[in-house]
């Protein structure tokens, strides 16, 4: 049988997880191999180094650069707080003394004898990164992090926006083609990660965020509500840092699109249940993709990890079509012709033939659709 690589969106009911807890630079790993965590779990820190600002501590007190020694009540290595006197003159007679304090609260990083200068740095950043997801600590990696299992439901989305999040699902929406009305957004979505259907508005966006509404699920946005929403065309860099207050994950495309089925009813089956989410999006080299990730029961045991296989076009696969027309449409391959064939660009190319969801048969190129594993 004809087999072809095409990149592909899972959507299962069961999958064993890796997921890598790393800090950006060595600190304190908390959790031990074996613990078992929860999403919000905080297992390593550190602190960051603060900004370095400059300071002419010689010009501030009116003496010369080699003449500075003698005046300074601080020396490099100290902590300082704001307001402390950092060097002063003696005066003549104890009176005209003049003093020179710091502007800010954090250490002093370096004094110079030839410029007089002095660098100083501001407090230090911590930062702790959380477990994002339930599950047991199968390996600790000395003051770098720690990897963490789990068996979960799974979800890839095509792309999002904002960070790591997570929360009870509520479904909104009662089929995958509903457009939700904004008022069905209410108090009692707060904290929830709140399922829409086809597409989700800027004004649906905006009423979550009033709500405190923890992530949105939908199978389509609009490209112009994006726009209004961040205040920037999205580009092809990563997203995942956006500052929305909640986090987007978005299961088939752009503009309004119906949720697969598949991920409808596989979202709808967990309604209740905890999920972790996250909107980071990368579509160039080292593809990243939203993820949601619903923790199930399971046994230490089951926790065995196959080797990871990729996605194939075969009779009977699930496809999603990534071009138009049919764009965002599902369907099933029906026939891998082998023989190359023309298209409308005169380029000669592979193609398959699918039945879509709406019982329309078509033939497509293999490059325009992706697997959806499930």
């Known amino acids: ?3 072809a690589y095409s990149p592909g969106l899972t959507v299962t009911n069961s999958i ?58 601080v020396k490099a290595g100290n902590n300082i707080k704001k307001g402390q006197v950092m060097a002063e003159t003696k005066g003549f007679f104890g009176l005209f003394k003049t003093s020179v304090k710091s502007p800010l609260e954090g250490e002093i990083e370096n004094i110079s004898k030839l410029t007089g200068q002095m660098l100083l740095r501001e407090p230090r950043i911590p930062i702790q990164v959380k477990a994002f997801i339930d599950g047991v600590v199968v390996e600790v990696i000395e003051e770098e992090g720690v990897i ?3 068996k979960s439901a799974y979800i890839q989305g095509i792309f999002g926006l904002s960070g790591e999040r997570s929360g009870e699902i509520k479904m ?8 939700i009305d904004p008022a069905k957004i209410d108090d009692s979505c707060k904290g929830k990660i709140i399922v829409c259907g ?6 649906a966006v905006k009423k979550a965020q009033k709500v405190g509404v923890s992530g949105i699920i939908s199978g389509g946005i609009d490209d112009q509500d994006l726009k209004k929403l961040l205040g920037y ?36 089956s967990f309604e209740g249940h905890k999920a972790s989410i996250h909107g980071i999006t990368q579509i160039r080299a080292g593809v990243m993709r939203p993820e949601i990730i619903i923790p199930i029961k399971f046994k230490e045991e089951e926790l065995i990890v196959e080797e990871a296989k990729m996605a194939t076009l075969e009779i009977g696969t699930t496809i999603r079509v990534i071009r138009q027309p049919n764009f965002g449409l599902i369907g099933k391959v029906t026939a891998l012709p082998e023989k190359l064939t023309k298209v409308e660009s005169e380029t000669m190319v592979r193609i398959l033939e699918a039945e879509l969801e709406n019982g329309e048969k078509v033939t497509i190129p293999r490059a325009n659709v992706e697997v959806i594993e499930d």
């Open 233 to 268: 065309n999205i580009g092809v860099a990563i997203t995942g840092h956006e500052k929305l207050g909640l986090t987007i994950v978005i299961t088939e495309g752009f503009g309004i699109i119906k949720m697969a089925k598949s991920s409808f009813e596989l979202l709808k």
């Open 172 to 179: 909104l929406a009662s089929s995958p083609e509903e457009i």
């Open 148 to 150: 963490i299992e789990n």
């Open 198 to 203: 086809a597409l989700v508005t800027y004004d």
């Open 1 to 3: 049988m004809a087999q």
């Open 16 to 73: 064993v997880l890796k997921k890598d807890r790393i800090l950006p630079l060595k600190g304190k790993v908390l959790a031990k191999k074996g613990d078992k965590v929860k999403a919000e779990d905080i297992v390593a820190e550190t602190l960051l180094p603060g900004k370095v600002v400059p300071f002419n501590l010689a010009n501030k007190l009116g003496v010369p650069a080699e003449m500075l020694e003698q005046y300074l009540k």
